[in-house]
């Protein structure tokens, strides 16, 4: 095993295998951050939906607002009438709870939908990390491999050369 050619097989191998081993913890690297990355931007999402959802809330609590004012001033108007709630100012009374009552459950529904979002939004980072953490462990399994497949070929042309004997 002194002659060149035989030394120059064996550190040509051992560079492959080295670097075929730093390629696929690099790679490995690469794919955490891109991990990091997409939880980050999913728990971005996430908080911009929840903005969102927050002020369908604000919109609702808006509503009830605006519908205790009507009812105020529906009443205030009526004070001199002997029953507020017959005829033209029962009918206005509950039109405007019908109507706060819609406008109110459509902002609820809307919040409880982004409220969703956030975890659709969530899940797919999670997702989205698995799948680059996988492919880091592909990488590095890649790496080690063809690490080990340089050196048995070393071991093949060692045989072949009449190394071990």
Not at 12 to 27: C, F, H, I, P
Not at 149 to 154: I, P
């Amino acid at each position: 095993m002194a002659d060149p050619f035989t030394a120059m097989l064996v550190i040509s191998t051992v560079v492959s295998a080295a670097s075929s081993m730093s390629a696929a913890n690099q790679q490995k690297g690469m794919y955490a951050q891109q991990a990091q990355l997409a939880q980050s931007q999913s728990r971005s999402e996430a908080l911009r939906v929840r903005q969102s959802e927050l002020g369908y809330r604000q919109k609702g609590v808006e509503v009830l607002k605006r519908q205790r004012e009507t009812l105020a001033t529906i009443n205030a108007r009526t004070l001199g009438a002997l029953d507020p709630f017959s005829g033209s100012v029962g009918n206005l009374s509950d039109q405007a709870y019908a109507d706060g009552a819609r406008d109110f459950q459509m902002n609820l529904d809307n919040a409880l939908i982004t409220h969703e979002n956030i975890a659709i939004t969530q899940k797919h980072g999670e997702m989205q990390a698995s799948i680059y953490g996988q492919a880091g462990k592909s990488a590095m399994y890649k790496g080690y491999s063809q690490a080990a497949g340089s050196v048995g070929t070393l071991a093949m042309q060692g045989q072949q050369l009449g190394w071990f004997k």
